[in-house]
Nanobody, 121 residues
Framework: QVQLGESGGGLVQAGGSLRLSCVAS????????MGWFRQAPGKEREFVAA????????YYADSGKGRFAISRDSAKSTVYLQMNSLKPEDTAVYYC??????????????WGQGTQVTVSS
């Protein structure tokens, strides 16, 4: 089993920045891919970014390209999502997820509890 815990959400004005963190614990060695997803009220959950744990290769949804950056600190078993130039449409609950497959499409077997990001205009 893998446990994931997100932090770093909050309220920020449009144009501001936030950095989300996700700490993994448990069978961390089984993780191949870490991803960030988000779900806005009334909308389906959507992919934001992913990183291959060992290679460090990064992948982004179009919505975040040029503004978001995913990274990981293997020593701390932590993945980050740096979000810059935030827009009101980025408002959502952001979830960290882990997959035992080397695939940004998952399946993602493990999920965190989510952290709220609210961007005011």
């Amino acid at each position: 089993q893998v446990q994931l815990g997100e932090s770093g959400g909050g309220l920020v004005q449009a144009g501001g920045s936030l950095r989300l963190s996700c700490v993994a614990s448990g069978r961390v060695f089984s993780i191949y891919t870490m991803g960030w997803f988000r779900q806005a009220p009334g909308k389906e959950r959507e992919f934001v970014a992913a990183i291959y744990w060992s290679r460090g290769s990064r992948y982004y949804a179009d919505s975040g390209k040029g503004r978001f950056a995913i990274s990981r600190d293997s020593a701390k078993s932590t993945v980050y999502l740096q979000m810059n130039s935030l827009k009101p449409e980025d408002t959502a609950v952001y979830y960290c997820a882990a997959s035992t497959q080397m695939s940004t499409m998952g399946p993602y077997e493990y999920w965190g509890q989510g952290t709220q990001v609210t961007v005011s205009s």
